[in-house]
């Protein structure tokens, strides 16, 4: 007889605990799947052994321990998964089912119709590419820890088109010379194609598998089933594949590491370059977080000697950055300008036309107007689900909430005074299309953003036509800031750069030089210099100055400053507790037991801030109030045990709110 302690998919606070079972095969192995009876009607329930023991726990009486029957079906966890599945639970304080469902397929049966999702993508053989010195020193420093099963952790600081994939591509072919089985993330779902094509191109179809939360439930199986049977060794796609089911990792690969979509913004709230480390260190092996704009918490764990930095400082085929110009919006007014393109780049866009060369124009705002106001009241039409402005879309003659998607039709009369004063605010996507119409009759104009890409396969079309010239000018969001390698792009406008800037985050700062500096990258990167204009009502932001002399250092340098004189991460940890209820008083009051409760047992020298209202007040029907803990220097560990016992506390409670979730480091306070 052995003995497990399993967790039980059940997925509530109060249940969130490890049980005890006795199992009669003697060969129950750790991450196995057990079927369980659980609750007080003894349902059967499916669980996995998170320990095998010889002997039960001490402080479980016999006479109380059920049975555990072993499926019927293989193991899927290897103790590896289950460690960084058990490590999840304390690190990102999520159940533990939360945890272990990361790395399970959907156990769907597949019918005769299943597609493979990348059957359309035309291989064409690549061989390796010569590379640069700079390439050559950064491969031959990654293929050193490969050799040795070393576990490091490489930051790869190279320029926009200074040849990071071709280091990933080189490193990852030497991984699976030995053997080994690899992981490539990207930061958006949008991006995977792209990247699929060149990693199938050097290594062919059969080798390249892809997860990502878009694929079908058949589709995503069927690439777990490939996986587990060792026909495809590497696997390409977006944050959920740091958990794809190898058992021999030898390198994982995070391309534009400081992406916030790296972070989850769902329980599990994991962040994927920990859970990348966590599982690389199990298995000896190495991780490339790549980027031109790291974050400032990864520079600085570099500069604590965490993170072994490798340098490419020059594009690969040697043409110079950008020519970047900084054009002060408030004198486009003054001169009564009032379109969203200033002189200067209307003209420089007229220049680039008739050179026959294409053009990005970046604004990271989706929509025609990004609100609606009474000009009587000043009432804004907000989402009655979510509380927050809602955006107006020409194409659809309607408002639009970008959180829940409720849509409702442009008033013609103010809802709150009767004025029939309703005006359109701001500029988004749609507006900078219209415009740019309107001067540019004869350019071939298309748009890049979650309205015009959200169907199957229109995403890949659009940038098809790009990259073979019928397009002329590319208008988008951040998915035209990110990845896009374009040879004939001589000129990027970056219409308000100034969004991002006014977000209430302290990394606000960061993100507005990253998707400035990211943007201008995709000019110049064929044999000519390329230029750059940047549109600002701030042009003396520190941000907006640095990406204008892509001077990431300098960047990096004030910045630091800031964070270590208010003690924001990397010199502290953010602990978010959101507590949500349909009842807006129930939440109020819940929230304020919670921040009684976690001041009392954490003492006076831990700050615990709130209960207050986040900028979404309201989201998809639910009341939220947030507390924050700013967690001192070697504290973590404390406060999160803390937080974990106060979930449990509150979890039979019917009086508490109905969610209480937590996230470390939330990359947004919305």
Not at 166 to 179: D, T
Not at 323 to 346: C, H, Q, W, Y
Not at 552 to 568: A, L
């Amino acid at each position: 007889m052995r003995y497990i302690n399993a967790v039980v998919d059940n997925n509530t606070n109060a249940t969130d605990a490890l049980y005890t079972y006795a199992c009669e095969d003697e060969n129950v192995r750790r991450g196995a799947r057990v079927l369980v009876t659980f609750g007080i009607h003894n349902r059967k329930t499916e669980g996995f052994a998170a320990e095998v023991m010889d002997e039960p726990p001490q402080d479980v009486p016999l006479a109380k321990i059920k049975k555990a029957e072993t499926a019927p079906r293989e193991t899927w966890l290897t103790e590896e998964m289950m460690d960084t599945a058990l490590w999840m639970h304390r690190r990102c304080l999520c159940r533990y089912i939360e945890a272990v469902r990361c790395f399970l397929p959907t156990q769907e049966k597949r019918n005769g119709r299943y597609k493979d999702p990348f059957a359309d993508i035309e291989i064409s053989p690549d061989a390796a590419k010569e590379l640069t010195g700079e390439q050559e020193k950064a491969l031959s420093e990654i293929s050193s820890s490969l050799e040795s099963r070393l576990h490091e952790i490489f930051l790869l600081f190279g320029v926009t088109g200074s040849g990071k994939t071709e280091v990933y591509l080189q490193a990852m072919e030497k991984v699976l010379s030995m053997g080994r089985q690899g992981i490539v993330l990207v930061p958006e779902i949008s991006l995977t194609p792209q990247t699929v094509k060149r990693f199938m191109d050097r290594f062919g179809r059969e080798a390249v598998a892809v997860l990502h939360s878009r694929l079908t439930k058949a589709q995503r199986d069927a690439e777990y089933g490939r996986i587990k049977s060792g026909s495809a060794r590497l696997v390409i796609g977006a944050r959920s594949a740091v958990f794809a089911p190898f058992d021999n990792i030898g390198l994982i690969v995070l391309d534009e590491e400081h992406e916030t979509s790296y972070k989850s913004d769902q329980s599990p709230k994991y962040d994927s370059i920990e859970v990348a480390v966590r599982r690389a260190a199990s298995h000896g092996a190495a991780v490339v977080l790549g980027s031109a704009t790291p974050s400032v918490a990864d520079w600085y764990r570099a500069g604590q000697g965490l993170f072994k930095v490798l340098e490419l400082d020059k594009r690969y085929n040697e043409t110079p950055l950008p020519k970047v110009e900084i054009v002060d919006m408030t004198r486009e007014t003054r001169a009564g300008n009032r379109s969203p393109f200033s002189r200067k780049l209307a003209d420089d866009i007229a220049g680039c036309l008739a050179r026959k060369e294409q053009v990005i124009l970046f604004l990271n705002r989706r929509g025609y107007s990004s609100y609606v106001s009474c000009r009587e009241c000043g009432h804004v039409i907000a989402c009655p689900e979510c509380g927050i402005s809602m955006t107006y879309h020409k194409d659809r003659g309607a408002c639009v909430c970008h959180y829940c998607g409720r849509t409702v039709r442009l008033p013609e009369k103010c809802p709150e005074c009767g004025s029939p004063m309703i005006g359109l605010y701001g500029v988004g996507t749609q507006q900078v299309q219209e415009k740019a119409r309107e001067l540019f009759p004869q350019a071939v104009i298309e748009r890049v953003d979650l309205d015009s890409v959200n169907k199957k396969g229109s995403l890949e079309a659009l940038l098809k036509r790009f990259g073979s010239g019928k397009t002329d000018i590319l208008i988008g969001t951040q998915l035209v800031a990110k990845g896009l390698d374009f040879s004939n792009v001589g000129l990027v406008g970056v219409i308000c750069a100034d969004v991002s800037l006014n977000i209430p985050d302290y990394r606000s700062a960061e993100r507005s030089f990253q998707l400035l500096t990211q943007a201008a990258g995709r000019a110049g990167r064929g044999g000519r210099q390329g230029r750059v204009i940047i549109q600002t009502y701030s042009p003396e932001s520190r941000a907006v100055a640095a990406a204008a002399r892509q001077d990431y250092r300098g960047f990096y340098e004030s910045e630091i400053r800031v964070r270590r004189s208010v003690g924001y991460p990397p010199f502290s940890y953010i602990f978010q507790v959101m507590i949500s209820d349909e009842d807006e008083e129930k939440a109020q009051r819940s929230a304020e037991r919670c921040a009684v409760w976690l001041r009392k047992k954490l003492g006076a020298g831990v700050p615990v801030l709130g209960p207050a209202a986040p900028g979404l007040q309201k989201l998809s029907g639910q009341h939220r109030r947030q507390i924050l803990i700013k967690a001192p220097a070697g504290a973590r560990r404390q406060i999160a045990e803390a937080v974990l016992q106060l979930k449990k506390v509150y979890a039979k409670e019917p009086a508490m709110a109905r969610v209480i979730s937590v996230d470390i480091n939330p990359y947004s306070f919305m």
